[in-house]
């Protein structure tokens, strides 16, 4: 493979287990973020940051293209569930992704990106199949993974791996009426997070494969805000380490 595989997330606590699988990382700053060169199970990886929102993402993506040659970028993290069956604890893989507050209608129709005619980018097929099938490993071992306190705490039962469309908008989407109007307008969304389709639209752009998997952390409703830094403090890095292990391993 050319260049090394990117390994994203937007928050600390979601990339912490990954940096630690790290042994040899080495640090480089550039446009404001810190790179951690290195390999993970004897892969080329450069694991950042993103930080929070579309715009982060995107100078996040277009720095680890432009600067490290990324030849793929693998993005996990949490996300709010839309979707009725998309629980706390579950996993959603996106197959494709879109920005749920663009909007420059009446010029052009409600969630259509100017200059591209579409309103939706696609995952990379064949990693996104990947990471369905590392998902789907950690999810059957989940309870050795997190622990029985754990799993009691965050009530997850059985936990499911679902593929589809993901929103993602500069927005912490935090009451029952925003996420009710969210399914409404695109009924087939699965979650809404802050930046999987920034790294879509850039990743499109240069012709790079990107997979973006989310562990559910809260429904994106009333509650949101109690749920998410719970759910990202005790569980989310644990997931993410591991899915990510798990695809490296192959
Ligand atoms: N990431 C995790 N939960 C979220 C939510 N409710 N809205 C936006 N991004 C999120």
Known sequence: MAGPT????????????VLGLMPDEQQQV????????GHLHGHDV????SGIGKVAA?????????RFGVQ?????????????????????????????????????????VPGYGRSTFDADA????????????????????????????FDLQSPRCHLGLLLSGDRFVSTTAESAALRE??????????EGAAFAQVCHDYGVPLAVVRTISDRADDAAHVDFPRFLHEVASRYSGAIVEALLRG
Do not use: C
């Open 30 to 37: 550039f446009g404001g973020r810190t790179f951690w060169r």
């Open 72 to 112: 793929r970028i693998v993005f996990t993290g949490v996300a709010g569930g839309l979707a009725p069956g998309v629980r706390v604890g579950d996993v959603v893989v996106a197959r494709q992704f879109l920005q749920h507050d663009m909007d420059a209608s009446p010029i052009f129709p409600r969630h259509e």
């Open 58 to 66: 995107a100078t996040t993506a277009t720095a680890l293209i432009e």
């Open 185 to 194: 307008d695109l009924p087939t969304a699965l979650a809404v997070e802050m």
């Open 46 to 49: 450069v694991a950042v940051l």
């Open 126 to 153: 064949a990693l996104t199949d990947q990471l369905v099938r590392a998902s789907d490993m950690v999810l059957k071992d989940l309870p050795a993974l997190l622990g029985d306190e754990v799993m009691r705490t």
């Open 6 to 17: 990117a390994l994203v997330s937007a928050l600390r606590e979601e990339l912490a287990t």
